[in-house]
């Protein structure tokens, strides 16, 4: 009967269990400062950026239709790909690099989800009061005090996720027309989109979901493990010092009572954004935003215990064993940064302006005219990056007696324009014969610097 009765209660119970709402304490201190000061910083950078113009263009925008990104000065066509991918390499780099030497640096002071979660919790705390006030009045039955409040809170949270959903279509869109076409209620339907999309992503997001994102969303926080070794600075509880823990008038000493340095205060559980007790060590669901450790320090200073009970430690330093922070594998993500980063600076500081491609007719091997001469077909395709118009002449060598039939002297390319072109390549049948090498010289008249070689074949006759 009790087997019974067991397996009926272990079926009627709940495969999942929803999760309890956190409401994280208000909390001042050095690492609190700096977290304001990258969100306030952060945000600035992304509402301001869009707005910003360079030679009477937007100084940065991601022009999906034209294919050109703009940045600052620089245009970047769909060539210049491998850019991108080298940006992104050094993006992982980067991550590896501070991720070993100070664990998940970048989720508690530069991770979007962080940035716009601190956003969207300093508007709660200003329509709806601190923790405790939050908390009461979620329990507190509806009236019209609480609605005046919900309320509040949601408009501000709704505008904001507007203006974000806006400003992020903003990189794709001159946001100036952009916002002209918004007040005109002129807007394409998937620039409508994506406003929306992005603007409910960032309420949800931040407003609702919150630590459940970092928990079980983010793949971050599952192969952090992987990055870490006993030398990686992460947030540690100093057990050794802090237990036994419990409650003590600040006059007791510590020692005296057979207690440590803890309190059991709990503040540093009320003040950590996803919930959980630093005391029970690391934990994936930890963000590393060091709110316990300011908690945790201006509890011992009122207590006038020494700080550092929760701080930034190895493992090592923890057990007492000596810690390395410049080890092999710091060296190696280092290196790797510099060698990239120095190899996309090179790039592209020595791009060309020009992109000169030559597609040689496929259908013909080589034409035979009048007077022993043989031709070739080429078609060139000329994409002036410049956003400028340029003149350019053509000329073509490898081959004796080779000229170009079909081309002017000098021809122009409007600023950021493709200009395509068929070419014919001829020469005296005593030149040529079997395969041969040619070289395509592409050069800007007003700037004899800009020029640009591209190898190619010439087709003849065999011998």
Known sequence: MTTQRENKGAQSAPLYESAAKIYPREIGGKFANLSKLATVTLLGLFYIIPWLMWDDRQAILFDMPARKFYLLGLTLWPQDFPYLALLLIIAALSLFFFTALAGRLFCGFACPQTVWTEAFIWMEQLTEGTRSQRMKLDKAPWSLNKLRRKGSKQFLWLTFSLWTGFTFVGFFVPIRQLGIDVLAADIAGWTLFWMFFYGFATYGNAGYMREQVCKYMCPYARFQSAMFDNDTLIISYDEKRGDPRGGRKRSVDPKKAGLGDCIDCMLCVQVCPTGIDIRDGLQYECIACAACIDACDSIMDKMNYPRGLVRYSTENAMNNES?????????????????????????????????????????????????????????????????????????????????????????????????????????????????????????????????????????????
């Open 323 to 463: 810690t390395h922070v410049l080890r092999p594998r710091m060296f190696v993500y280092a290196t790797l940064l510099l060698v990239i980063i120095a190899g996309l600076v090179t790039s592209m500081a020595s791009r060309t302006p020009v992109i000169l491609d030559v597609i040689r007719d496929r259908n013909s091997l080589y034409r035979e005219l009048p007077g022993d001469l043989i031709e070739n077909i080429y078609t060139l395709k000329i994409i002036n990056q410049s956003n400028d118009v340029r003149r350019f002449r053509l000329s073509v060598a490898g081959v004796p007696g080779l000229v170009l039939d079909g081309v002017e002297d000098e021809f122009s390319v409007d600023g950021g324009g493709i200009l395509s072109m068929p070419v014919r390549a001829r020469t005296n049948r005593d030149s040529a014969y079997g395969i041969m090498n040619i070289t395509f010289n592409l050069t800007a008249t007003d700037d004899e610097s800009v020029t640009v070689i591209e190898d190619s074949r010439f087709l003849g006759p065999t011998p």
